[in-house]
């Protein structure tokens, strides 16, 4: 039995609505963030060292990280759904994308985020001071750039386009889902528009709702 250790408002919710897309027969077993630090709670280094989630459990084997489980899921329990109807061409493309989420397009983004969570706590003012001027230079000088280029990027590609690669969904849209779900909930209506109709549509789907309803308080919905 595939079991899918769920952490509430995290990465996991993307393998949720695949699971649910899907309809595999699972099981979710559901961890809680520390209230103070919001960090996983010990017990996910039981299932894998690195304490993280998703992580899922399926026989003897151990997978964490998004896109390896994503493959593995689709691989194992599509039944030729999902990856099915995409060409060689499409294949690689969607590989491109499995990797750009996580490798290139999360980092700056959560970095951001670290950041500015310093500013806010920083105290007392003229160390706050020091703060934001070295955190906006920061800002200004790599992480800014990168982020807004990586956005541009994404839009462009999706202005014409319903999903990633191909006509229906693939493991692309599962794995970029979770990035894209962050920038529309910092920008709002500011976000892009492509990028804030491709979140409206996954987040239109009853699969997904599912994957909601079962996993939880999930401040990117």
Do not use: C
């Amino acid at each position: 039995m595939l079991v899918l250790h769920h952490l509430n408002n995290s990465r996991s919710q993307r393998i949720l609505w695949l699971l649910e897309e899907l309809q595999v027969d699972y099981t979710l077993k559901t961890y809680q963030r520390d209230a103070k630090t919001n960090l996983a709670p010990a017990q996910l280094k039981l299932v894998h060292p690195l304490g993280r989630s998703p992580v899922i459990t399926d026989g003897d084997a151990t997978i964490a990280e998004s896109g390896a489980i994503i493959e593995y899921i689709i691989t194992q329990y599509g039944n030729g759904r999902v990856l099915g109807e995409l060409s060689e061409t499409e294949k690689q493309e969607q590989s491109f994308w499995l990797h750009f989420a996580e490798g290139s397009f999360m980092p700056p983004l959560v970095t951001r985020m670290v950041l500015e969570k310093g500013k806010e706590k920083a105290a007392p003012f003229f160390i706050k001071y020091i703060i934001d001027k070295f955190v906006n230079a920061v800002m200004d000088a790599y992480f800014g750039p990168n982020i807004k280029a990586n956005i541009e990027f994404v839009e462009r590609h999706l202005a014409d386009r319903q999903w990633f690669v191909g006509e229906s969904l693939s493991a692309a849209d599962f794995q970029m889902s979770f990035p894209l779900e962050a920038i529309v909930a910092k920008q709002g209506k500011q976000a892009p528009p492509a990028i804030r109709a491709f979140v409206e549509r996954v987040h239109a789907r009853e699969a997904y709702q599912r994957g909601l309803e079962k996993g939880g308080k999930y401040d990117y919905a």
